[in-house]
């Protein structure tokens, strides 16, 4: 089994500052992309950032010069600093990998995975 387990949400003023990671455990082959998504009340989840294995890098208008995300391929993790935060950032931050999992015996059909989110709120 495959798991992506967030870390780094939390209650910060407007202007601050967050790093949210992401680690990948289980039985994985390789990793593709890697992404953050996010969904506010009421709106529909959204991409903020998405990284490549090669490293190439997309971010949503809203969030770019404010975020940067990132990932060590050696730790399965992708990062996404947060600078500048504003109120309108506040959202449920989940986290997406596109992955091949190896089954102990032969490399399992590509496929999405998501972690169950962690909150981020940011303050006025």
């Known amino acids: 089994q495959v798991q992506l387990v967030e870390s780094g949400g939390g209650l910060v003023q407007a202007g601050g500052s967050l790093r949210l990671s992401c680690a990948v455990s289980?039985?994985?082959?390789?990793?593709?992309?890697m992404g953050w998504y996010r969904q506010a009340p009421g709106k529909q989840r959204e991409l903020v950032a998405a990284i490549t294995s090669g490293g190439s890098t997309n971010y949503a208008d809203s969030v770019k010069g404010r975020f940067t995300i990132s990932r060590d391929n050696a730790k399965n993790t992708v990062y996404v600093q947060m600078n500048s935060l504003k109120p309108e950032d506040t959202a449920v931050y989940y986290c997406?990998?596109?992955?091949?999992?190896?089954?102990?015996?032969?490399?399992?059909?590509?496929?999405?995975?998501w972690g169950k989110g962690t909150l981020v709120t940011v303050s006025s």
């Open positions: 997406n990998a596109d992955l091949l999992g190896w089954n102990g015996l032969a490399v399992s059909p590509r496929k999405d995975y």
């Open positions: 289980g039985s994985i082959f390789s990793i593709n992309a």
